[in-house]
Structures are given as C-alpha cells and as structure tokens.
C-alpha cells in the first residue's frame, strides 16, 4: 500500500500524511546524524510531537530507534507531575536543540 502511496486517492493521504515516501528515513537519520543526538532528542518531548517536527511516521521513528538500539522512555512518562510543563517550552527547546545539533541540514 504505502509503494503506491503517491497515485493513492487524496482523501486516504489524510491518514498517513507523514514520511510515506521511501526516502523518508534516509532523510531523517541523515538529519539527526548520530546516536546521541537522538537519545538527547528524545528527552525533549514525546515522540508523537518529534515525528510532527521532522515530519516523518511513528513507524519511520522507532526504525531509526531500533537501529540504534534506543529504548524509548515509558509511555506515562510525559504524564508525570514532574514533566507537566515540557508542552510549554517544547517549542523554544527544539528550536535551539535544531540550532545546536542539527544546523541548516533541517
């Protein structure tokens, strides 16, 4: 299905509307470069909103993950008391994570 994803109907582009081309994770490990980088990008917020930033699929994410054998942290761990404020600063942390790590390359 996602092969012929660019002669598929409009409407069923709603569904997956991020990193369904097959170049989609070339492109992102060749964006996040290195291990590290990702393990410290993956401290910035869940994983739901990193895929939103760089623009690729939740399956296309864990595969990089994987490769590097990075486990992700558990699934409430965004929900704790202590990191009900990370929405707030998301934005602004990912902007000078993207300035320090990443460059122009995203």
Same mark, same amino acid.
């Given at each position: 299905?996602?092969?012929?994803?660019?002669?598929?109907?409009?409407?069923?582009?709603?569904?997956?509307?991020? #990193?369904?081309?097959?170049?989609? *994770?070339?492109?992102?490990?060749? $964006?996040?470069?290195?291990? +590290?980088?990702? !393990? %410290?990008?993956?401290?910035?917020?869940?994983?739901?909103?990193?895929?939103?930033?760089?623009?690729?699929?939740?399956?296309?994410?864990?595969?990089?993950?994987?490769?590097?054998?990075? #486990?992700?942290?558990?699934?409430? *761990?965004?929900?704790?008391?202590? $990191?009900?404020?990370?929405? +707030?600063?998301? !934005? %602004?942390?990912?902007?000078?994570?993207?300035?320090?790590?990443?460059?122009?390359?995203?």
């Amino acid at each position: 299905m996602m092969e012929s994803y660019e002669n598929s109907m409009e409407r069923k582009r709603e569904c997956y509307p991020m #990193g369904t081309n097959r170049n989609a *994770y070339a492109i992102l490990k060749d $964006n996040i470069q290195n291990k +590290k980088i990702l !393990e %410290n990008l993956l401290l910035l917020g869940p994983i739901s909103r990193l895929i939103k930033n760089f623009g690729v699929s939740f399956e296309t994410f864990k595969k990089l993950c994987k490769e590097w054998n990075i #486990g992700s942290l558990p699934s409430n *761990y965004w929900k704790r008391s202590e $990191n009900m404020n990370w929405e +707030k600063e998301f !934005e %602004n942390n990912f902007r000078n994570f993207k300035q320090k790590y990443l460059g122009d390359t995203f």
